[in-house]
T-cell receptor
Framework: KQEVTQIPAALSVPEGENLVLNCSFT??????LQWFRQDPGKGLTSLLL?????REQTSGRLNASLDKSSGRSTLYIAASQPGDSATYLC????????FGAGTTVTVRA | GAVVSQHPSRVICKSGTSVKIECRSL??????MFWYRQFPKKSLMLMAT?????????EQGVEKDKFLINHASLTLSTLTVTSAHPEDSSFYIC??????????????FGPGTRLTVT
């Protein structure tokens, strides 16, 4: 059974600092990996989708890397802003989506 | 991108009553939709896979008689929580995705439904 782990569980940084969020998974036979953002009490917003054949995806200040062989993905958020405060979830697709527990990010103004 | 809606966004009901949550794909047809449940500060857990025109597939530990799923059309799946109890209070999220020619696909998520059972 696929297990997805996100470290750290929570992160607090001053505005402007770069964020590094980690995700690891146990079964490397994935089709893709997604990073989501979730605001309190809200649904999921898809940030980046990386296919298994890709090594990274970029969107604005966000960059996600994927090392399928080692079962790891990292989400980088450059020059963090208070509006980036949210919980970030990673999920991998095998026969279904398996989610990590998320990293809750607080960016202090 | 594809849009998935859920209704209602928030519902409060009394213990013992039933609540129906709708999940709609607005601009694509979805033969398969997924229902997730999320407890506070926990990851989403897949409850069941909803298949259009056939019975849903439930994950281990999910009571199919309690969480009734109906996927009557290619754009609508419903989750009915029957005889709700306070422990059923949770955030329920559905997802759907247009299938590709083969293999899993990118899923689009609904905004979620906050259920509170008093």
């Amino acid at each position: 059974k696929q297990e997805v782990t996100q470290i750290p569980a929570a992160l607090s940084v001053p505005e402007g600092e770069n964020l590094v969020l980690n995700c690891s998974f146990t079964d490397s036979a994935i089709y893709n990996l997604q990073w989501f953002r979730q605001d309190p009490g809200k649904g999921l917003t898809s940030l980046l989708l990386i296919q298994s054949s890709q090594r990274e995806q970029t969107s604005g200040r966000l960059n996600a890397s994927l090392d399928k062989s080692s079962g790891r993905s990292t989400l980088y958020i450059a020059a963090s802003q208070p509006g980036d405060s949210a919980t970030y979830l990673c999920a991998v697709t095998t026969s279904q989506l398996s989610f990590g527990a998320g990293t809750t990010v607080t960016v202090r103004a | 991108g594809a849009v998935v809606s859920q209704h209602p966004s928030r519902v409060i009901c009394k213990s013992g009553t039933s609540v129906k949550i709708e999940c709609r794909s607005l601009d694509f047809q979805a033969t398969t939709m997924f229902w997730y449940r999320q407890f506070p500060k926990k990851s989403l857990m897949l409850m069941a896979t909803s298949n259009e025109g056939s019975k849903a597939t439930y994950e281990q530990g999910v009571e199919k008689d309690k969480f009734l799923i109906n996927h009557a059309s290619l754009t609508l799946s419903t989750l009915t929580v029957t005889s709700a109890h306070p422990e059923d209070s949770s955030f329920y999220i559905c997802s759907a995705g247009p299938p590709p020619a083969g293999g899993p696909y990118e899923q689009y998520f609904g905004p979620g439904t906050r259920l509170t059972v008093t």
